[in-house]
């Protein structure tokens, strides 16, 4: 595989050398400073390249090689009229990504919020700080602090009961870390939404149930991904995170079921997956390594993390990556599997990008402010064990 890490632009405070000396020769990084929706120039994307690749000269190389994320309008999402706008301009940022070299792009289809957890900072036992979904207080902030009409048809009575009595005993400041958490925009920037409109935002999903969202991902498909095979680009949708319904919004890139459901939605290898172990391992219905093995020649982006899930609740938090419920060592040893397929059949593509997903928080880095889930010294650590791991597979099984 080719090792990856995540770079939010210039503003990030992990350095393009932090990436380099970690043993990554890729970069996945966004414009996230454009507007959702609007095109992505040449120049732009040029420019973040120059910078990305600024030094080469001197020292090991790096390369811009996926783009996380080109993001989907919500228009697009709620299936508008003026979806077709913005359509044309996604194809249009999709051929000026050709045009600069990039051929890995990877997107969501997840309504409103991205992502969501309810705590940044949990602390394991190790001392390191992690991310953690609670139920409850996810629970509490919809019924109690959204106040969202019919959120009680999503929670059973216990939840309700013990969220409501959790509520009553917060302080502002602890409601105001919550709301800010749970409310977290896109992973590329600090902003949350402000809760004054954030209902607005899900009330326009109102009319929009579980197949219609589908029709709608589908009909975006079908659009762009002919034009990215005839380009070149592997466009790679993420799993929704986590991934189940929340809010009342629909999610529909959750299982092998939705996998093949979109796949067959546009019958073309460049409409793919990013395959993300952290989120589809958040349900232990989910058999990683048969997904690999149904889709993996439509895998062309990995996400290596893992998550545990609390026994007898729906919480999980961020797990050692070695360590959690995925059973790593499978998974990886499937996906090298289909790099070797790759290989024998001379289909494009043969090295999979891979990052290591989310990093724990620990020595330095616990003082400093870095994006949640993306500080340096923990992804450093979960390289290191992937790539031990790795090596590990393809000499006691001679892949590669």
Same mark, same amino acid.
């Given at each position: 595989?080719?090792?990856?890490?995540?770079?939010?632009?210039?503003?990030?405070?992990?350095?393009?050398?932090?990436?380099?000396?970690?043993?990554?020769?890729?970069?996945?990084?966004?414009?996230?400073?454009?507007?959702?929706?609007?095109?992505?120039?040449?120049?732009?994307?040029?420019?973040?390249?120059?910078?990305?690749?600024?030094?080469?000269?001197?020292?090991?190389?790096?390369?811009?090689?996926?783009?996380?994320?080109?993001?989907?309008?919500?228009?697009?999402?709620?299936?508008?009229?003026?979806?077709?706008?913005?359509?044309?301009?996604?194809?249009?940022?999709?051929?000026?990504?050709?045009?600069?070299?990039?051929?890995?792009?990877?997107?969501?289809?997840?309504?409103?919020?991205?992502?969501?957890?309810?705590?940044?900072?949990?602390?394991?036992?190790?001392?390191?700080?992690?991310?953690?979904?609670?139920?409850?207080?996810?629970?509490?902030?919809?019924?109690?602090?959204?106040?969202?009409?019919?959120?009680? /048809? @999503?929670?059973? &009575?216990? =939840?309700?009961?013990?969220? !409501?009595?959790?509520?009553?005993?917060?302080?502002?400041? $602890?409601? %105001?870390?919550?709301?800010?958490?749970?409310?977290?925009?896109?992973?590329?920037?600090?902003?949350?939404?402000?809760?004054?409109?954030?209902?607005?935002? /899900? @009330?326009?999903? &109102?009319? =929009?149930?579980?197949?219609? !969202?589908?029709?709608?991902?589908?009909?975006?498909?079908? $659009?762009? %991904?002919?034009?990215?095979?005839?380009?070149?680009?592997?466009?790679?949708?993420?799993?929704?995170?986590?991934?189940?319904?929340?809010?009342?919004?629909?999610?529909?890139?959750?299982?092998?079921?939705?996998?093949?459901? !979109?796949?067959?939605?546009?019958?073309?290898?460049?409409?793919?997956?990013?395959?993300?172990?952290?989120?589809?391992?958040?349900?232990?219905?989910?058999?990683?390594?048969?997904?690999?093995?149904?889709?993996?020649?439509?895998?062309?982006?990995?996400?290596?993390?893992?998550?545990?899930?609390?026994?007898?609740?729906?919480?999980?938090?961020?797990?050692?990556?070695?360590?959690?419920?995925?059973?790593?060592?499978?998974?990886?040893?499937?996906?090298?599997?289909?790099?070797?397929?790759?290989?024998?059949?001379?289909?494009?593509?043969?090295?999979?990008?891979?990052?290591?997903?989310?990093?724990?928080?620990?020595?330095?880095?616990?003082?400093?402010?870095?994006?949640?889930?993306?500080?340096?010294?923990?992804?450093?650590?979960?390289?290191?064990?992937?790539?031990?791991?790795?090596?590990?597979?393809?000499?006691?099984?001679?892949?590669?």
């Amino acid at each position: 595989m080719i090792h990856t890490m995540r770079w939010f632009g210039p503003n990030d405070p992990v350095s393009l050398m932090d990436i380099r000396q970690a043993g990554c020769t890729g970069v996945v990084s966004a414009l996230h400073q454009i507007p959702v929706g609007d095109v992505w120039s040449v120049e732009a994307i040029q420019e973040r390249k120059s910078i990305i690749e600024a030094g080469n000269e001197e020292y090991t190389p790096l390369q811009w090689l996926v783009v996380e994320s080109l993001p989907v309008h919500e228009h697009i999402k709620k299936g508008l009229p003026t979806r077709e706008l913005y359509i044309e301009n996604y194809k249009e940022s999709l051929r000026n990504l050709a045009a600069c070299g990039i051929n890995t792009v990877c997107y969501n289809f997840m309504p409103v919020l991205d992502w969501s957890r309810t705590q940044l900072d949990y602390t394991l036992p190790e001392g390191h700080k992690t991310l953690r979904f609670v139920w409850e207080d996810f629970a509490l902030f919809d019924l109690y602090i959204l106040k969202r009409p019919n959120a009680a /048809l @999503d929670y059973e &009575s216990k =939840i309700q009961q013990s969220a !409501l009595s959790k509520f009553q005993s917060m302080s502002q400041d $602890e409601i %105001a870390v919550l709301t800010n958490t749970v409310l977290l925009g896109l992973p590329g920037s600090e902003e949350a939404f402000d809760l004054s409109i954030f209902q607005s935002l /899900l @009330d326009a999903y &109102s009319e =929009i149930g579980d197949q219609q !969202l589908r029709d709608n991902l589908y009909y975006f498909v079908k $659009e762009v %991904a002919p034009l990215a095979q005839e380009l070149g680009i592997n466009l790679c949708i993420h799993p929704d995170d986590p991934p189940r319904s929340l809010l009342g919004l629909p999610r529909v890139v959750s299982t092998q079921s939705d996998f093949e459901q !979109l796949m067959n939605a546009s019958n073309v290898r460049a409409n793919g997956i990013t395959f993300c172990t952290g989120s589809l391992g958040v349900r232990a219905d989910n058999d990683l390594v048969e997904i690999i093995r149904n889709y993996g020649g439509r895998i062309h982006f990995v996400h290596l993390r893992t998550t545990k899930r609390e026994t007898g609740t729906r919480n999980f938090h961020e797990a050692p990556h070695l360590n959690g419920d995925v059973d790593m060592y499978e998974v990886v040893k499937a996906l090298l599997e289909e790099e070797q397929k790759r290989k024998a059949t001379d289909n494009p593509g043969q090295e999979l990008p891979m990052r290591p997903d989310h990093g724990f928080q620990m020595l330095e880095d616990l003082h400093k402010k870095t994006y949640p889930g993306y500080s340096g010294i923990g992804r450093l650590k979960a390289l290191a064990e992937l790539r031990g791991l790795e090596m590990g597979i393809k000499r006691a099984h001679h892949l590669g």
